[in-house]
């Protein structure tokens, strides 16, 4: 009877110790199924079955259009940290890359098949590692699909055997993970995807339904395993492929889930996208370009990959990016990982150019709208301000999804802010909760800056982060503002994480701060604190337990707290020479001046370069005038030109 026969989507029978010859009769096969195999099953020939499965193997595989910078058998080893330590012994790790080096470069012989047959063998007979784990039986299945044709008859019968068994276990079709000790947990990222999940019912049933796609039910398998793919990565990205901010924090495991499935589709000659979707993978892998590091880890993730450089670098080829793309380029400019160690090479393209700030500023690329940097989604509530494409760019990303925005500031590649930025809020000496959503409601990008503003209300208090970066000039932007309806004294602190190995050390005689990591230099300027330390200033800047706090104090409904992040090697000399100055601007309308909590504005002046910092805290009647610049905007950022003419950066209404 069907039920009593062996096939996906139906209850599985004990075959433990049943003897091979009846394992084959009771297998269900479609009525298109490869002839040769079905013959020798039904016939319950060990042996013929086994080289009627090799020859299907060797006909179905096709050759990938470009070599992966990660061969497909380590390609597994990218969700080793996805379940946690415990889920991916180090013997299972080793395994696989004995096996790679048993492959070796050069062709196939008959003494390297006989070498990888034994060590396949051996690792079978062991009772360490068994499919019962998601990663254990991505491990074995990949091992099938890669090396079954080099592997000897009774040792690719024992691996299918082992392989199909295991599947048939899992229950995927009804909907149960395959579980490793506890349960899998649910996503808790806010974006409704979880790497896990989407490799247990997502890529394992794909792959399985691939592998065995002769047998009954597994069409139905493969079906449901495309449709949680495809469902996992609308979830997980805006219409432009910008990921979500929430799942920034483990993108580079969903990443070789859905890299992983994909390869898997082409090589079966089943693609697993439809147009459109692969349009929005391809942009997913363009966006992750932007956010990932020198070493190819992602902003604000955790970094657990086995190789982060060389699953992006694969992912543009199998996603189809064209090397004329700037991402494409970018992820191939990383310098490689070495698949057989899991260690990084740290050894950095020639053509960085980090710190030679002449020679960076020639090969600036003119700005091109129609393959920008820079990206920023309501919807995934994600920013990445970012000066260009080249190795060596400087870039802030700023996630707000949470109440506490998250910000990683790279200047040259280096990592100089990482964490949360935290800010903490006093209206007469009471806190102020800021626990309600950011909002984005001021974005642009040009050919001179980035500039982002989010906005919560909160207690009667309405709070505005600004952010600029410059696309030219090498230096950032930051400012906190509160507005209260009421108040009589405002305190704000904003709190910023410094990155791992980044020192900072106070100038003696005023309020500037000095960041550094290795050979680059940083200053941070508290614009609206008085410049030198012997006069009285209404808050403070300082580091603290590996945070910069700045403390700014005021009196009236609203208080501004800027501060300027300049790394420029042009004006480190002009910086260490005190060659700098800062001080508050005089801020009024109609002929009448306004205090701090109605306006505020600021110059600076490092070196031969000046800018004017204007912001408007409670709207005016008519223009107001700072500096001799008259604005009815609620901000202004500008810079001094060689004329002494002022150059508007940044203005918003």
Known sequence: MATDRIRFCSTPLRTDDMPDAEFLRLLQWRNSADPRITAAADAGKRQTFARALRLALNSSKRPPRAKPETPPLLQPLWSRHAFGEAADPDHGTMFLKELQRCLGRGKSSAKSNSRISRLVARELASSRDTPASPLALL????????????????????????????????????????????????????????????????????????????????????????????????????????????????LPLTLAVLTRSTAAGNAAGEPL????????????????????????????????????????????????????????RRLLSLPDDSPLSGQRNRKRPAHAGLHKN???????????????????????????????????????????????????????????????????????????????????????????????????????????????LSRTDHWLFLADAAVAAQAETIELTTQLPLAERVECKAARWSRELRLSRQKLKATVYPL???????????????????????????????????LLIDWSPERRRASERRQFEWRRLTVAEDGVILGADAATGFRLRVGKHQWVFYRSLVTGETARTVLGHHTRHETVIAEFTAAGNIEPLVMVE
Request: aromatic content about 6%.
């Open 358 to 468: 002449s020679a960076l500023r020639k090969r600036l690329p003119s700005f091109d709208a129609k393959a920008p940097p820079s990206t920023q989604s309501d919807w995934a509530e994600l920013a990445c301000l970012r000066n260009n494409w080249l190795m060596g760019a400087d870039r802030c990303v700023i996630a707000h999804h949470q109440t506490r925005p998250q910000i990683c500031l790279t200047a040259f590649e280096r990592t100089l802010i990482d964490g949360d930025w935290q800010p903490d809020l006093r209206v007469d000496g009471k806190p102020v909760a800021l626990d309600g959503e950011w909002s984005c409601v001021c974005w642009f990008s040009d050919k001179d800056a980035d500039y982002l503003e989010l906005q919560q209300d909160a207690e009667g208090v309405t709070v505005t982060r600004q952010v600029m």
């Open 273 to 328: 996208w439809s147009s459109h979707a692969a349009e929005r993978f391809e942009s997913l892998i363009s966006r992750a370009a932007g956010l990932c590091h020198a070493d190819g880890r992602i902003a604000l993730s955790n970094g657990a990959s086995f190789a982060p450089a060389s699953l992006l670098r694969t992912a543009s080829q199998i996603a189809g990016l064209s090397k004329r793309e700037p991402s494409a």
């Open 528 to 562: 609206a604190l008085d410049q030198q330390r012997v006069l009285h200033a209404h808050g403070s800047l300082e580091a603290r337990a590996g945070e910069l706090l700045l403390r700014q104090q005021a009196t009236g409904a609203a208080v501004y707290a800027p």
């Open 139 to 250: 491990r074995w299945l990949t091992v099938l699909t890669t090396l079954g044709p080099k592997l000897s008859d009774g040792v690719l019968f024992t691996l299918w055997r082992k392989v199909l068994e295991a599947s048939l276990a899992a229950e995927l079709d009804r909907g149960h993970p395959i579980q490793h000790g506890d349960a899998v947990p649910e996503a808790d990222d806010g974006c409704g995807v979880d790497d896990r999940q989407l490799l247990v019912a997502g890529e394992l049933s794909w792959r399985i339904g691939l592998c065995f796609s002769d047998l009954r039910g597994a069409g139905k398998l493969r079906k449901a395993g495309r449709r949680c793919l495809r469902d996992g990565l609308e979830s997980l990205t805006d219409g432009d492929g910008t990921p979500h901010a929430g799942a920034l924090h483990r």
